[in-house]
């Protein structure tokens, strides 16, 4: 879809890939069918998240019970799990960008990916919604996109990253004729 305005970064103009309706929605069928293995890894919750909110998968897999606000419908975006020393990952206070510390709406469509993370929640020494307890240590982003391309491998779907649920979801919000500025306010973006 066409922009109602021009970005001001000076950053090089690079092409995003995002799902197309129909992608989109293959995709979260065959996802929400997918059986889960005992000693699996379920990233479900976190891919739909993003699709229904936008947010970046370390400010998702950063959420404590505490930033998730339902009576407000608001998400508390204040911190990201990052690449660490070493490729350790490391929870960091703040986020990719000065504009990424934010409140993110909850939509009727994400309230019940929310909703289920909340009464999935198990104790952990970072109260983490999500948090990997086999291995008592963080989720990473490429964890998740790891899990995701083997799937979307096996199920013969495109797949650019998991960030491709991120553009998926900006890319519906232009389609929708949602005001620019509005839209990289929720984004966590700087222009």
């Not at 510390?101 to 009727?108: A, C």
């Amino acid at each position: 879809p066409q922009l109602n305005t021009v970005p001001i970064s000076k950053k090089e103009t690079k092409t995003v890939t995002a799902y197309t309706r129909e992608e989109e929605i293959e995709f979260f069928n065959l996802l929400d069918n997918k059986k889960i293995r005992k000693n699996e890894n379920d990233y479900r919750l976190q891919l739909h998240i993003s699709a229904c909110t936008g947010m970046r998968m370390g400010e998702i897999n950063a959420l404590t019970v505490e930033s998730v606000d339902l009576d407000k419908k608001i998400v508390h975006v204040t911190r990201t799990i990052s690449r660490g020393e070493n490729y350790t990952p490391t929870l960091k206070e703040g986020t990719k960008t000065k504009k990424g510390k934010r409140d993110v709406p909850i939509t009727q469509t994400s309230l019940p990916y929310f909703q289920e993370a909340l009464n999935n929640y198990k104790e952990n020494k970072e109260h983490l919604l999500f948090f990997n307890h086999k291995n008592d240590t963080y989720i990473t982003t490429q964890q998740v996109n790891d899990w995701t391309r083997r799937f979307c491998e096996k199920n013969g779907i495109r797949f650019d990253g998991v960030h491709m649920l991120r553009h998926t979801f900006a890319t519906n919000c232009a389609r929708n004729k949602m005001p620019i500025t509005i839209l990289a306010e929720i984004l966590g973006h700087e222009d």
